[in-house]
């Protein structure tokens, strides 16, 4: 039997071992998640809030474990995996849980056309079914729950393959689910890598909502049309951070690093591409690196450390191949740019970079690690013209002394979000919807709006006057084509009079009992 390794990236040791999943057995997974959603479908809300309420108890209740386990098994400071991962998932889940009730809430339709007279409609919100979630590694808890919770309390089942570089941190968030009295089919984890996420996939769930690299959601989105599945994409980022001279540029530098360095640089919504206003560009970048040569880095376990190591060897290598390709294209690295082997295996220092070519990788690609390219922009109108030039539109910020500035400016970048004098934290605002433009996917999580999308909704109409005739049912007669018209001129004519009268005929058809 094959096994996945946990590893701790700050040291590289192997903590843990975990069979892995067979291909085999995902479709029997899903199966069995099908049959258990349907009575949990049926099961009343609050019956589900408390099954969920309990699951957020015991994560409170064992939160310094999961901040550890977190921490361990992908290298960020406890605390950061106590802050975005652990806090974020019981806001998220607070939030669901006093929200769902409003958010899952049949809607009534007003009917206004006249020729609908009579019926009365209604909208459920109906759980999509069986909910694939599919995973990547840095933010191993808060990401799969921010999409798992709101799924369960709609009344769906959730498949969920982990990234393979985390997978225990997915298989304690199941035990806690399970603790709290969650069927175990209702919520399954499997163990594995891409063919298991493909077989995933292939075992067709109602919805997939997957989270990673542009380059494996087109896989994941190609495979899902084929069966028509919908898919929920949430992809990598590139995001600019738009510093302009009016700014406080002492907050905007300690802003900008804390979103472009947390987790290692490991973020989809980071600040990665620094535009900063020319008068001010100089004493931007002197600020900047005085205050990010006093980050600390370090293993995650121990306290005052700021900054943790890099996943895998792999990842470094890519920011390498990035870095040195730029940097040949004639940009200056002004901080880091190099490993610390003296920590661990994959430690890596926080870099800026600066004079680069706006065609080199760290502009054009996306970048997961600690390296911020940071480029002078002249007024508004090019720093506006930058942060849109790329492929990306995940997030966004923009640092002024001018709020009302701020947010005109914000209604001209191309992202899924844009803040004002902040940057990365929304990810962590349970009401807000998270998601991106162009290649940062489709779909939003989180939010009112993250909950609708683990259903289907479902039109009930019923006729309350069933004496009225339909207009469009059989009995073409020639002699109600005028009185047909005159529903016509009743509902669209520009002239006021003529609608009014048009209301004889129009009534004469709805109420003549003589359909075929
Ligand atoms: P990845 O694309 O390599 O892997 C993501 C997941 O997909 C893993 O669980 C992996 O095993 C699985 N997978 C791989 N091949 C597959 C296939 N063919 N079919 C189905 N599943 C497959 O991404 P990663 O390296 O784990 O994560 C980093 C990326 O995630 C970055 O691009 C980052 O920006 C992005 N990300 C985006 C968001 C967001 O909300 N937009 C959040 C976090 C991370």
């Given at each position: 039997?094959?096994?996945?390794?946990?590893?701790?990236?700050?040291?590289?040791?192997?903590?843990?071992?975990?069979?892995?999943?067979?291909?085999?057995?995902?479709?029997?997974?899903?199966?069995?998640a099908?049959?258990a959603q349907?009575?949990w479908?049926?099961?009343?809300?609050?019956e589900r809030r408390r099954v969920i309420r309990r699951f957020q108890d015991l994560l409170f209740a064992r939160?310094?474990?999961a901040?550890?386990?977190?921490?361990?098994?992908?290298?960020?400071?406890?605390?950061?995996?106590?802050?975005?991962?652990?806090?974020?998932s019981l806001?998220i889940t607070?939030?669901y849980l006093?929200?769902?009730?409003?958010?899952?809430?049949?809607?009534?339709?007003?009917?206004?056309?006249?020729?609908?007279?009579?019926?009365?409609?209604?909208?459920?919100?109906?759980?999509?079914?069986?909910i694939?979630i599919?995973a990547?590694?840095?933010?191993p808890l808060l990401?799969p729950l921010g999409e798992a919770v709101p799924a369960l309390l709609?009344?769906n089942a959730v498949v969920f393959?982990p990234?393979?570089?985390?997978?225990?941190t997915g298989l304690f968030t199941r035990d806690l689910l399970h603790q709290a009295g969650l069927d175990p089919d209702l919520f399954q984890v499997l163990?594995?890598?891409?063919?298991?996420?493909?077989?995933?996939?292939?075992?067709?769930?109602?919805?997939?909502?997957?989270?990673?690299?542009?380059?494996?959601?087109?896989?994941?989105?190609?495979?899902?049309?084929?069966?028509?599945?919908?898919?929920?994409?949430?992809?990598?980022?590139?995001?600019?951070?738009?510093?302009?001279?009016?700014?406080?540029?002492?907050?905007?530098?300690?802003?900008?690093?804390?979103?472009?360095?947390?987790?290692?640089?490991?973020?989809?919504?980071?600040?990665?591409?620094?535009?900063?206003?020319?008068?001010?560009?100089?004493?931007?970048?002197?600020?900047?690196?005085?205050?990010?040569?006093?980050?600390?880095?370090?293993?995650?376990?121990?306290?005052?450390?700021?900054?943790?190591?890099?996943?895998?060897?792999?990842?470094?290598?890519?920011?390498?191949?990035?870095?040195?390709?730029?940097?040949?294209?004639?940009?200056?690295?002004?901080?880091?740019?190099?490993?610390?082997?003296?920590?661990?295996?994959?430690?890596?220092?926080?870099?800026?970079?600066?004079?680069?070519?706006?065609?080199?990788?760290?502009?054009?690609?996306?970048?997961?690690?600690?390296?911020?390219?940071?480029?002078?922009?002249?007024?508004?109108?090019?720093?506006?013209?930058?942060?849109?030039?790329?492929?990306?539109?995940?997030?966004?910020?923009?640092?002024?002394?001018?709020?009302?500035?701020?947010?005109?400016?914000?209604?001209?970048?191309?992202?899924?979000?844009?803040?004002?004098?902040?940057?990365?934290?929304?990810?962590?605002?349970?009401?807000?919807?998270?998601?991106?433009?162009?290649?940062?996917?489709?779909?939003?999580?989180?939010?009112?709006?993250?909950?609708?999308?683990?259903?289907?909704?479902?039109?009930?109409?019923?006729?309350?006057?069933?004496?009225?005739?339909?207009?469009?049912?059989?009995?073409?007669?020639?002699?109600?084509?005028?009185?047909?018209?005159?529903?016509?001129?009743?509902?669209?004519?520009?002239?006021?009079?003529?609608?009014?009268?048009?209301?004889?005929?129009?009534?004469?058809?709805?109420?003549?009992?003589?359909?075929?």
């Amino acid at each position: 039997m094959s096994v996945i390794p946990a590893i701790n990236p700050a040291t590289g040791a192997t903590f843990a071992e975990t069979p892995t999943t067979a291909p085999e057995a995902v479709e029997h997974a899903v199966r069995a998640a099908r049959l258990a959603q349907r009575s949990w479908a049926r099961r009343p809300l609050d019956e589900r809030r408390r099954v969920i309420r309990r699951f957020q108890d015991l994560l409170f209740a064992r939160r310094d474990e999961a901040a550890g386990l977190v921490s361990r098994e992908n290298g960020k400071p406890a605390v950061e995996a106590m802050l975005t991962d652990v806090a974020v998932s019981l806001d998220i889940t607070r939030y669901y849980l006093r929200h769902a009730p409003r958010i899952l809430k049949p809607r009534r339709l007003s009917h206004s056309n006249v020729a609908v007279l009579g019926k009365r409609g209604r909208l459920h919100w109906d759980p999509m079914g069986v909910i694939a979630i599919i995973a990547p590694w840095n933010y191993p808890l808060l990401l799969p729950l921010g999409e798992a919770v709101p799924a369960l309390l709609a009344g769906n089942a959730v498949v969920f393959k982990p990234s393979e570089f985390t997978v225990r941190t997915g298989l304690f968030t199941r035990d806690l689910l399970h603790q709290a009295g969650l069927d175990p089919d209702l919520f399954q984890v499997l163990v594995g890598g891409g063919e298991i996420g493909r077989a995933l996939v292939a075992a067709g769930p109602d919805k997939i909502f997957f989270t990673g690299s542009a380059k494996t959601g087109r896989l994941v989105a190609k495979a899902a049309a084929e069966q028509v599945i919908p898919v929920n994409l949430e992809l990598g980022g590139s995001d600019p951070c738009i510093v302009l001279a009016d700014a406080n540029l002492e907050r905007a530098a300690s802003g900008a690093i804390w979103s472009r360095f947390t987790n290692g640089g490991q973020t989809c919504v980071a600040a990665k591409r620094l535009i900063v206003e020319r008068k001010v560009y100089d004493r931007f970048l002197e600020i900047l690196l005085g205050k990010l040569a006093s980050l600390t880095v370090g293993p995650g376990d121990q306290p005052g450390v700021d900054m943790g190591p890099m996943i895998r060897e792999s990842q470094v290598r890519e920011l390498e191949r990035q870095l040195a390709a730029t940097v040949a294209l004639g940009a200056r690295v002004r901080m880091g740019g190099r490993r610390r082997p003296d920590l661990g295996p994959t430690f890596f220092e926080p870099t800026v970079v600066t004079d680069l070519s706006l065609d080199a990788p760290l502009w054009r690609e996306e970048v997961f690690g600690p390296v911020l390219p940071v480029v002078a922009a002249d007024d508004e109108e090019e720093a506006v013209r930058l942060a849109n030039d790329s492929a990306y539109g995940l997030s966004a910020s923009i640092w002024t002394g001018d709020r009302g500035r701020g947010e005109a400016i914000a209604r001209r970048i191309e992202s899924g979000s844009v803040l004002i004098n902040d940057a990365t934290c929304h990810v962590g605002i349970a009401e807000v919807p998270h998601g991106g433009e162009k290649e940062s996917g489709l779909g939003r999580t989180h939010g009112d709006v993250g909950m609708l999308e683990t259903c289907r909704p479902r039109y009930v109409g019923t006729d309350l006057l069933d004496w009225i005739r339909k207009p469009w049912w059989f009995g073409y007669h020639e002699e109600s084509a005028g009185d047909r018209d005159a529903i016509m001129r009743f509902l669209y004519s520009p002239s006021p009079l003529a609608r009014l009268r048009a209301i004889p005929r129009a009534l004469r058809l709805l109420v003549n009992r003589r359909p075929v």
